[in-house]
């Protein structure tokens, strides 16, 4: 019997999805299928990408296109389509413009790539995954939104900072939308098993919050002409790994939510435990006042960017 290698198809051949191809060749998760409107872009870099691997000594194919006949039998799709920020945006301000871009998108994937995991990275998040999972009619286990794990090492990265810990010993979450209504989790975190409430005085912390809440538009400020892609697409890609694998880990990731929290049929940041069957189960963590009304106030904004979709004709 001849074994065949997972299949990995990344929408959108902008900084951020090719990178996302760029990781997984690199981790040798799959063979790699680069998609991008522009059929130049796409096949250029997945050749340059390919030409890597002889240095790198990864075996996985890597191969660009502009047909979604190409995407066929992935096991996971990527999509990162849509505009990036600029200066002075919020996520937001790209809705109406992105979700016809993730509908085109989820149109392809459902012809060509039904049985597919589907992981969204394309901003507003939660709301582009809103799309995807009306769009596609994927059970809910197979649609999933990439922030948390992102928001999370952002949080990471800065405790790490601050503490002057390596980063491998600190754990740590945040749950909610993503965007400026995220609800970071510092009494779930720890330095080396030892609560962050403990390393550091309860204001340090409120900074790390407020910065990790802001790190994506410090970035988009900093670059001027775009956004982040190194962590977004490294997030993007350990969540495929989670399932490529059948690792059941538990990352935080947005999930369309089935009465956890009190949240019915809209995607919410959650930790998830990821698995070959994509999201094999929400986790609830217990939460104290002030979380829920963190979580609560997430909930309000991504309900408002639904009910704006809502009103589009996209």
Not at 165 to 175: E, G, P, T, W
């Amino acid at each position: 019997m001849k074994h065949v290698r997972k299949k990995l198809s990344v929408i959108g051949a902008g900084f951020v999805g090719s990178t996302c191809a760029h990781w997984a060749a690199a981790k040798e998760l799959a063979d790699v299928v680069l998609l991008d409107i522009n059929e130049g872009a796409a096949k250029g870099k997945a050749l340059d990408l390919f030409e890597a691997s002889p240095v790198e000594g990864f075996d996985s194919m890597v191969k660009g296109t502009s047909d979604y006949k190409d995407i066929a039998g992935s096991d996971v799709v990527i999509i990162t389509a849509g505009l990036p920020r600029k200066p002075g945006m919020s996520r937001d301000d790209l809705l109406a413009t992105n979700a016809k871009i993730v509908k085109a998108a989820c149109e392809g994937i459902k012809q060509y790539a039904p049985n597919s995991v589907v992981i969204i990275v394309s901003n507003p998040l939660d709301a582009m995954a809103f799309v995807a999972q009306k769009v596609l009619g994927f059970p809910k286990n197979r649609v999933l939104g990439m922030a948390g794990v992102l928001d999370s090492a952002r949080f990471r990265a800065f405790i790490a900072e601050a503490t002057g810990i390596s980063i491998k010993d600190i754990d740590a979450f945040v749950l909610g939308g993503h965007g400026d209504s995220m609800v970071p989790m510092p009494r779930h975190c720890s330095v080396g098993g030892v609560p962050l409430t403990e390393m550091l005085p309860k204001e340090k912390i409120d900074q790390l919050v407020e910065r990790t809440r802001k790190g994506g538009a410090e970035i988009v400020e900093l670059l001027k002409t775009g956004s982040a892609y190194y962590a977004p697409s490294a997030s993007a890609v350990q969540m495929a790994e989670a399932i490529l694998k059948n690792q059941h880990r538990i990352l935080p990731c947005a999930a369309n939510l089935d009465g956890q929290y009190g949240i019915k049929d809209l995607f919410i940041g959650v930790l998830c435990e990821l698995g070959g069957n994509g999201l094999e189960r929400v986790i609830e963590v217990k939460l104290n006042d002030e979380e829920k009304a963190g979580l609560e106030n997430s909930k309000k904004h991504v309900q408002e960017l639904v009910d704006a979709l809502n009103k589009l004709d996209y």
